[in-house]
């Protein structure tokens, strides 16, 4: 009897491939749809922080016009000075606000599952700031409509439209930013709301909002020059309603109202790259711990 035997066949080992890794713009695209669909999904939750920025634009401006019977800095309407500098309040509102979306998902749990996904973890913290700066432009054009609407008179030129968006980009990077980190840090929701009047609503208040910085004491004006939202008002007015930027001489005092006005952008853009990098070594170095 004769006995065959076949060598077993070799089947060849391969290492199972790794699961593709989304690209940083899909990743990105898909972290801001997921922050859309659930701080800014119904117009209620895209229109409520408006109410206060428009009640002060569209009632108190106009009432304080009326008693104060004067023209803002440069021959302009006292209502329409109020009118645009409100839109330094109406951001940080937004921003910090969508700062408690990052301690929901810390509480919720729903951070560890984002942490377990094949991307970046700084992705995580910029789709949430492209949702609040979509939101805030939203935010702003309708102040500006209504008070247009109201009776407001807008200088505004191509060049004057730059930096007026150049100034609301760069504010809106950098209120997400401040309010990233403190989401981060700070550990109850009840604490962080606590903390919005002194990071959004004070530092308006003595930014030029309802007089030039000028009218300050002296000490509280080289205050006022530093922060971001003194610099950004100042914008604001010389883009659609003060050319001779009189709110910038203010701060700078140069015979150029174009280099004032360049000085305090490029201020405004390091502290928004500063205030994101920082946003994102924060959020990572918390995400480990």
């Not at 803002?72 to 839109?87: C, K, L, W």
């Not at 990052?102 to 377990?116: C, F, K, N, W």
């Not at 094949?118 to 409509?145: D, E, F, K, W």
């Amino acid at each position: 009897m004769t006995t065959v035997t076949a060598a077993p066949a070799t089947i060849p080992l391969t290492r199972p491939r790794a699961p593709a890794r989304p690209s940083r713009p899909a990743a990105w695209a898909t972290l801001a749809r997921r922050r859309i669909s659930l701080s800014a999904h119904t117009p209620r939750e895209i229109l409520a922080p408006l109410a206060t920025p428009l009640l002060f634009a569209l009632v108190i401006a106009p009432a304080l016009a009326k008693i104060v019977q004067a023209t803002g800095r440069g021959g302009v309407d006292y209502s329409t000075f109020v009118i645009v500098g409100t839109v330094g309040l109406l951001i940080p509102l937004t921003c910090t606000f969508a700062g408690i979306g990052v301690i929901v998902d810390r509480a919720s749990g729903a951070r560890r599952e984002l942490l377990t996904a094949p991307i970046p973890r700084g992705t995580i913290v910029l789709g949430n700031m492209a949702v609040a700066v979509g939101v805030s432009l939203l935010q702003v054009a309708a102040l500006m409509a209504a008070g247009w609407l109201r009776g407001s008179t807008f200088h505004a030129t191509v060049g004057g439209a730059g930096w007026f968006i150049g100034a609301v980009l760069a504010f809106t990077v950098f209120m997400y930013g401040l309010a990233e980190i403190l989401a981060n840090k700070i550990p109850t929701q009840e604490e962080y709301v606590g903390l919005t009047p002194v990071v959004a609503i004070l530092p308006w208040f003595i930014a030029g909002s309802l007089f030039p910085i000028s009218a300050l004491p002296v000490w509280l004006a080289g205050v006022a020059r530093a922060l971001p939202t003194t610099h950004t008002l100042a914008l604001l007015r010389y883009g659609v309603l003060d050319r001779t930027g009189a709110g910038l001489h203010d701060i700078w005092g140069m015979a150029s109202t174009t280099t004032d006005a360049a000085l305090s952008l490029l201020v405004l853009a390091g502290w928004a790259i500063l205030i994101t990098a920082a946003a994102i070594r924060i959020f990572t170095r918390s995400a480990v711990t």
